[in-house]
């Protein structure tokens, strides 16, 4: 299975503020999914990356909020700006491998 | 539009029974199945997957899943649960056409020791 370096861990941020989550695979993919999930729940699928195009975004996400990068094959960042304690949540980043998809492990954010 | 369905929010179990997990789902194409495992503060961990061939699946930790296609289910199955089986499981399903993969809602496993 892929590795996936997800960063950071956890972070604790003031509302109004944003943050970069980033996420590094050890080898090439295609597709990059960044999902969110809070605590003890399902996980939310935000957008899909695609390295050389823009995410698509599924329905209730969109790009002002959550933009995404995608510059080269191995790596990702997704940003969740002007942050609300709302956003409060984990967030994943995912690649899909033969065996299944593998997931990062997870960004703990808490708005405050 | 694909979706899948957990219909259990808990499931609770001796240790030493047997355990099912169910999940349904609803796919245009052809599916594929997914489950994994999630356990306290830690991420989630791939369980077994079905893509075709053979409608039961062997995944790790000694667990199965059953796909049937008249009743669109992939339910979780393990002949003797673990205490150390509880936690939090997820099915998963994308339409082979696609690429985008639905998570269902999960089940909470209880083993009872």
């Known amino acids: 299975s892929a590795v996936i370096s997800q960063k950071p861990s956890r972070d604790i941020c003031q509302r109004g503020t944003s943050l970069t989550i980033q996420c590094q695979v050890d080898?090439?993919?295609?597709?990059m999914f960044w999902y969110r999930q809070q605590p003890g729940q399902s996980l939310t699928l935000i957008a899909t990356a695609n390295q050389g195009s823009e995410a698509t975004y599924e329905s209730g996400f969109v790009i002002d909020k959550f933009p995404i990068s995608r510059p080269n094959l191995t790596f990702s960042t997704l940003t969740v700006s002007n942050m609300s304690p709302e956003d409060s949540s984990i967030y994943l980043c995912?690649?899909?491998?033969?065996?299944?998809?593998?997931f990062g492990s997870g960004t703990r954010l808490t708005v405050v | 539009a694909q979706s899948v369905a957990q219909p259990e929010d808990q499931v609770n179990v001796a240790e030493g029974n047997p355990l099912t997990v169910k999940c349904t789902y609803s796919?245009?194409?052809?599916?594929?199945l997914f489950w994994y495992v999630q356990y306290p503060n830690r991420g989630l961990q791939f369980l077994l997957k079905y893509i075709t061939g053979d409608n039961l699946v062997k995944g790790s930790y000694g667990f199965e899943a059953e796909f049937n296609k008249s009743q669109t289910s992939f339910h979780l199955k393990k002949p003797s649960a673990l205490v150390s089986d509880s936690a939090l499981y997820f099915c998963?399903?994308?339409?082979?056409?696609?690429?985008?993969?639905?998570f269902g809602a999960g089940t909470r496993l209880f083993v009872k020791a």
């Open positions: 796919v245009s194409g052809n599916p594929y």
């Open positions: 080898s090439q993919v295609t597709m």
């Open positions: 995912s690649v899909e491998r033969f065996d299944g998809y593998t």
């Open positions: 998963a399903v994308r339409d082979s056409g696609g690429f985008k993969t639905i």
